[in-house]
């Protein structure tokens, strides 16, 4: 269209300098031919640029239609993102408030395990002055009391309770049973484990009983069995076990060593079924 303006331009033109001058010289002639193939030239030049400017604006319009689209989808992405972080938040929140809530139940757990210990502790040291007071007179004849891992352990030398070789309780060792059960009975929430032990000399001569695993045992339940049927303790809190040699206090290379050796251990611990509670929870 515009090409089509110019030549009719350019004819008006020539039109009027052929009406003005009825002969043009060649000089002219040829500047008006140049003019017209210059405004020719220029006028495709503007085409071409035109052209390629509206292929540009569409490159254009397209890019920015797809830039537009990311733009969308990104802000799309960040708001799930940011929802996300929302929710992460607040259930950090809720997880904290839980941990917490754990932290102080346990710590709660913690200083009722502690307090039963307490309690525990102070009965065992308790009940160790009254058993001390009760066996005093026997302490020479090879009775003690001590209290280790928790517990009070009354240890008689078995010179104290049996003759030698023997699994019956003599006179001595009744008296002293006699006093203990005393104690035991006015503490129903001990429990009462007794053990034997003996050194490592072999057992001969010595009928029913065939070796130290045997004396052991068999000492252990005619002690038992005097606190349950003489002195009545209550044998539900009772266990008789034996040892044989295997726990020595001492070394069996000496007659003093065996002889701390061969004894009777009661063992006296007080009920934790409370603790035993606690821990379970």
Request: a positive charge; hydrophobic letters at 35%; one cysteine or more.
């Amino acid at each position: 269209m515009k090409r089509r303006i110019i030549l009719f331009l350019f004819s008006l033109l020539f039109a009027s300098a052929f009406s003005a001058c009825v002969v043009l010289s060649p000089q002219k002639y040829k500047s008006l031919l140049a003019k017209q193939d210059s405004l020719s030239l220029g006028l495709d030049q503007s085409q071409l640029k035109n052209e390629y400017l509206e292929d540009l604006i569409a490159r254009l319009k397209k890019d920015t239609t797809g830039l537009s689209a990311s733009l969308n989808d990104l802000r799309g992405k960040y708001a799930e993102i940011d929802d996300s972080y929302a929710k992460l938040k607040n259930n950090s929140s809720t997880e904290i408030n839980k941990l917490s809530q754990d932290l102080k139940k346990r710590e709660q757990r913690l200083k009722e395990v502690e307090e039963i210990l307490r309690k525990r502790d102070e009965a065992t040291n308790q009940l160790k002055e009254k058993l001390q007071q009760a066996l005093l007179g026997f302490t020479k004849s090879g009775l003690t009391v001590e209290i280790k891992n928790g517990k009070v352990y009354v240890s008689l030398m078995d010179k104290l309770l049996f003759p030698s070789g023997s699994i019956v309780i003599d006179e001595k060792g009744k008296q002293a049973l006699t006093q203990l059960a005393a104690v035991l009975k006015e503490q129903p929430e001990i429990n009462i484990a007794v053990e034997g032990h003996t050194d490592t000399q072999k057992i001969s001569n010595l009928g029913q009983i065939k070796d130290n695993w045997d004396l052991s045992v068999l000492r252990s339940t005619s002690v038992v069995r005097y606190l349950t049927e003489v002195a009545k303790v209550e044998g539900v809190r009772m266990t008789a076990t034996g040892k044989g040699e295997f726990q020595p206090l001492a070394q069996n290379s000496t007659a003093d060593g065996r002889s701390k050796n061969r004894r009777i251990e009661i063992v006296l611990s007080p009920k934790l079924d409370e603790l035993y509670d606690l821990i379970k929870q």
